[in-house]
């Protein structure tokens, strides 16, 4: 199945804003989502569809897509925002749901 | 609201066997895919495979062939994974996560709230 990569961790400062990437072959024309997890918990979608918010997800969430790579953009990063978050992607070769390796957002 | 209760923690022995139930209520049980996603300690999401309430038919990821089941029961709303021979390797947190589906890309909108399984001799 395609491998789906992501910058190990990124650290930002309160009030700045927080970028992450997301990438891999046979996925160009497919939509990407995005979860964010804090320790102890279940994932909870905070993007889907590339750009799209759930609702109840703060506007500071929000997501871009060009290519075969994909972006989350957390603005204005609060110390709640301190997380894990993974990508997800459908491998239309495989058939198979994939999930990126992961992103730790620390707040410093 | 809609939900997803899953059943408590397991431990198992290697070789043994493990069911995991996630009951679903606050919306059709029909009307939407069921996944199973794990998370190895310090690890990150890797999906399991999925299950149609309506036909039951069950698709699993390429991994897990030939030792992993997925069913429901439609009198009680709940879908449960089946995982067998397990190995030490298979000790995870095991999510139920409900599909959505918009212009034919999927995602898990929600998610149940995790069942710890130790494989431990």
């Known amino acids: 199945s395609s491998v789906v990569t992501q910058e190990p961790s990124v650290s930002v400062a309160p009030g700045q804003t927080a970028k992450i990437t997301c990438g891999g072959d046979?996925?160009?024309?497919?939509?990407f989502h995005w979860y964010q997890q804090k320790p102890g918990q279940a994932p909870v979608l905070v993007v889907y569809?590339?750009?799209d918010r759930p609702s109840g997800i703060p506007e500071r969430y929000s997501g871009s897509k060009s290519g075969n790579t994909a972006t989350l953009i957390i603005s204005r990063v609060e110390a709640g925002d301190e997380a894990d978050y993974y990508c997800?992607?459908?491998?239309?070769?495989?058939?198979?749901?994939?999930f990126g390796s992961g992103t730790k957002v620390t707040v410093l | 609201q809609v939900q997803l209760v899953q059943s408590g923690a397991e431990v198992k022995k290697p070789g043994a066997s493990v069911k995991v139930s996630c009951k679903i209520s606050?919306?059709?049980?029909?009307?939407?895919?069921l996944h199973w996603v794990r998370q190895a300690p310090g690890q990150g999401l890797k999906w399991m495979g999925m299950?149609?309430?309506?036909?039951?038919?069950?698709r699993y990821a390429r991994n897990f062939q030939g030792r992993l089941s997925m069913t429901r029961d439609m009198s009680t709303s709940t879908v449960y994974m089946d995982l067998s021979s397990l190995r030490s390797e298979d000790t995870a947190v095991y999510y139920c996560?409900?599909?959505?589906?918009?212009?034919?890309?999927?995602?898990?909108?929600?998610w149940g709230q995790g069942t710890l399984v130790i494989v431990s001799s």
């Open positions: 606050g919306y059709s049980f029909t009307s939407k895919y």
């Open positions: 997800q992607v459908w491998d239309r070769i495989t058939d198979h749901y994939v």
């Open positions: 996560a409900r599909a959505r589906e918009t212009s034919g890309h999927y995602y898990f909108d929600y």
């Open positions: 299950i149609n309430p309506t036909g039951g038919r069950a």
């Open positions: 569809d590339n750009s």
């Open positions: 046979n996925i160009d024309s497919q939509s």
